[in-house]
């Protein structure tokens, strides 16, 4: 979704190209984002100049070919994704504010009550010229500017009268050394430079220049300078210590490194991805989690747990359900978050909210933990994005620790997020008593082989590769799986969709003869993801019959079996090989040729493997 990008650095000698540079730098890190127009603002010589044009970056930076110097020591910038108003050079942002446009504002959310606002301000005469929801807050703050005559004071006047979601970014000709932001359930993080500052909506947008950050939290406005951020409630209190962190990752993980997007290398990153989700978490053959916050006997005390994510991360939810239901005996549920407060769920204090996401923006999620919390419920953040919401407003984070995630389809936060959530599992249970320590050190140490177990299933990549290559112009591909290989059959068919546009359909083996069966046709490609069979017999052997079962009505049958299975063969077309390791911990390695088989499929139609169409990473609107 929109991406926001500022910097403030000093008045320059002579016309600088640093400011653009900057801004035109992070609105590249933020691509990742999903937009479908760009633009910047800056101020020179007492004027606010603003570049703005629809589509790809490129479009932009040819607008401004030959204009890239200036001699302002600020410069905004924003990709959109459309919401309110096509995706065109006038409804892109900035939006002048003002009748003398002497104000620049960028905008990430909805405002909700835009109507009665622009009513409001065309009756003052205001002029609009565009369709956006956004261009009432640049009219806003302008209109307060005029008043105050202090840009800050401006801004928390103008955010007084907004309903909805908002990151504001605004820049005034009458202040040209600062640049002002707000923040209402919308992302915003500050980075520290040395004499200059950055903002953006998540620090992609400036790891360039720094890994020094601050977190800026709900209801709050800042306002920075070259040398100084200042951070105040809405309330016109200072926030005397904001919180300081540092960016784990350099630049380079926002590049892609030799593959050919970025998808293809998060997906080859996966083994580094569970290991350093595992890192550091274990110590003298016991669990520790140090970020589990929440007091032992609150955990103790819990007699429910829902799951609430979207997407990608509720399918790793549903796996967690499996673990954590047979390992802690506690009743799990796994809700889609947009769903979970709209069918008034029982929560209470006793019930334990796990809110997944990688992004820790997706709107949905937040607002469905909140709801649990005000009915007293705590809630476990799992997520992969330091300073983002989610983790800061539950009671207790989990960070995942695998890098920034650039490609819109998830796959290593995917599986790190199914780590976290077999440690959070194996964490309730040592500190219930539902496993014995060696149990749990057992089960640690069989998780522990996995990277190098994720390792080998990548190694077979080329053979992934040609089956989507052989495959390309498929027009429908189902997924089946029972237990945990329902969510990954789910995951499988999610990728595919995301990012192929090819319908693909996930069901749990056992619906197949429910309905489903009836799409099984000649050469129609099925999926399997086959449970070892040194778990439970019935299990195994049951998929096995699903197999045989569309097989006989035609289905071209793509197998995904443990090493040394060869029970599988003789209904196979194709098999796809795996390690053999505990059942629970299977989705770690049979969703990886599922990815590859996505990303590869999707290469080899030419499509946009990183930025699909409609899709956005951080889903930040309900
Ligand atoms: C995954 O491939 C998707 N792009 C999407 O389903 C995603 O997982 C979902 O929007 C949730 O995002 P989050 O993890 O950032 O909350």
Redesign the pocket.
Known sequence: MCGIVGYVGSVPASPSPRPLEVALQGLARLEYRGYDSAGIAVIDDGQVRVAKRAGKLQNLRDALAGEEDTTSPIAIGHTRWATHGAPTDGNAHPHLGGKDDELALVHNGIIENFAALRAELETEGFVFRSETDSEVAAHLVAREMQGTGDLTDAMRAAVARLEGAFTLLAVHRDAPDRVVAARRNSPLVVGLGEGENFLGSDVAAFVDSTRDALEIGQDQIVTVTADEVVVTTFEGELVPEPKRFTIEWDVTAAQKGGHDSFMAKEIHEQATAVADTLRGRIESGKLHLDEMSIDPSVLRSVDKIIVV?????ANAGNVAKYAIEHWCRIPTEVELAHEFRYRDPIVTEKTLVVA????GE?MD?LMAMRHAQEQGAKVVAICNTHGSTIPREADAALYLHVGPEIA???TK?YLGQITACYLLGLYLAQVRGNLYPDEIAALMEDLDQLPAQVQRVLDDAEQVGDLARAMADVSSVLFLGRHVGYPTALEGA??LK?IAYIHAEGFAAGELKHGPIALVEEGQPVFVIVPSPRGRDSLHSKVVSNIQEVRARGARTLVIAEDGDDDVLPYSDVVLRVPATRTLFAPLLTVIPLQIFACELAAAKGLDVDQPRN?AK??TVE
Do not use: R
């Not at 994510?309 to 991360?313: L, R």
């Open positions: 994510a979207c997407g990608t991360a997944i996401s990688q992004s997706t999620t819109v389809a998830s936060a999610l990728k995301e899709l951080s889903v």
